[in-house]
Structures are given as C-alpha cells and as structure tokens.
C-alpha cells in the first residue's frame, strides 16, 4: 500500500504515523531503539504490506500491466489503490477526506525531526505539495508514477503506466473495493498498535 493507505491505517497519534510512514524507509535505522509506539506503527506497516502482498486478488491484477512494466506494478498499484481509497473515501470514513489529510500531515511534521533524512525531504515534499490531493486525480496518479520512473536507477519502462491503468480501470478498482475491507480486517484483527497512545 502507498503513504495515504498506510496512514489511513495508523492510529490517530503522531508516533504512529512516523511508524507506519518508516516501513518504506527503514534501511539502516535500528528498530530496537525506537519509541515503542514507533516501533509498533513500523510492525503494523509490515503486516499491511505483507497481506497485500499474499492477497491472490493483488497478484493477479499486477498481471494486467503489459510486460515491460510488470516488474513495477506493485509500486503503481500501491499509487493507484490510494487514488480509489480517496475515490470511495466515504465508503471507509465518517471523517472528511481534507480533514484527515491536512491533520496527517500535522502529525507526521511533528515527528520530522526524529526521521530518517530521506523520510524528512518526502515528508516535506508531501505537506508542501499536498500529494494526497494529487491523488485524487488520475492526471495526479500518473504524474506520482512517472516521477517513480525517473527515480529508478536504471533504465526501465514504467513510464507511461498510467495507460495499463486507464486500459483495465474497472478491473482495478474491482479488486480494491474486494480487497480493501479484507485489509482492513486484518489490522483490525491483529491490533498491532493497541498499546500505542503516545502523541
């Protein structure tokens, strides 16, 4: 899942934003000296990826990405499926979408400073910028992943996705709308941050 959905998925703390935000940039950083509630954020971070990954549902929808961008079709999937989670957000929330978005950003620049620095630059980037209203947009969608494309290291065709995307939409937004209530069952089943309540 991409920052929104894992933030959707957090509790309404700012520790536990940072946590859920540190799964995609915990290389290097030393797990065992992080607060608690950041380290239980961090562990519910790994528990929502590791389901989507296992989801069948998932798997076969990176199938419908034409062959020379299948190698990154987690990564557009992950952009795509917080673009649905704002497109259905009131199916999935009571609390208004631009509530819960600026309020994100507040707690997670509360904890900036404590962050890894490529998490600090992202982080700023995204309050700055607002991407999770970009994300409402298909036009936002494909500027994220064609972004990610320049970003990579080597030479690569994901550039472009945003055509697999718009080809098979429905399909895509089938499997969210399928998978994103088992997701969040999940979490809930597992409370990983049930203790967590420092602010």
Not at 174 to 180: E, G, I, N, R
């Amino acid at each position: 899942m991409n920052y929104l959905a894992h933030l959707f998925l957090a509790q309404n703390t700012a520790d536990s934003h940072f946590g859920n935000l540190l799964g995609d940039f915990r290389r290097g950083v030393s797990t065992e000296q992080l607060p608690r509630p950041v380290y239980l954020g961090l562990q519910n971070h790994l528990l929502v990826d590791k389901f989507t990954d296992n989801n069948e549902q998932v798997r076969q929808a990176k199938q419908l990405f034409s062959p020379q961008r299948r190698r990154f079709a987690g990564v557009a999937l992950d952009v795509l499926f917080d673009h649905f989670l704002i497109r259905h957000w009131s199916r999935f929330s009571s609390t208004e979408f631009a509530n819960f978005r600026n309020h994100a950003y507040t707690l997670l620049l509360r904890r900036q400073s404590h962050m890894p620095q490529a998490m600090q630059q992202v982080v700023a980037r995204m309050s700055d910028q607002d991407w999770f209203s970009t994300y409402a947009h298909l036009d936002g969608v494909a500027l994220a992943l064609d972004n990610i494309a320049k970003r990579i290291r080597f030479n690569n065709e994901f550039a472009g996705s945003i055509n697999d995307i718009e080809q098979h939409f429905e399909q895509f937004e089938a499997v969210f709308l399928h998978f994103f209530p088992l997701l969040l069952a999940h979490v809930k089943r597992h409370s990983v941050e049930v203790s967590s309540k420092t602010q």
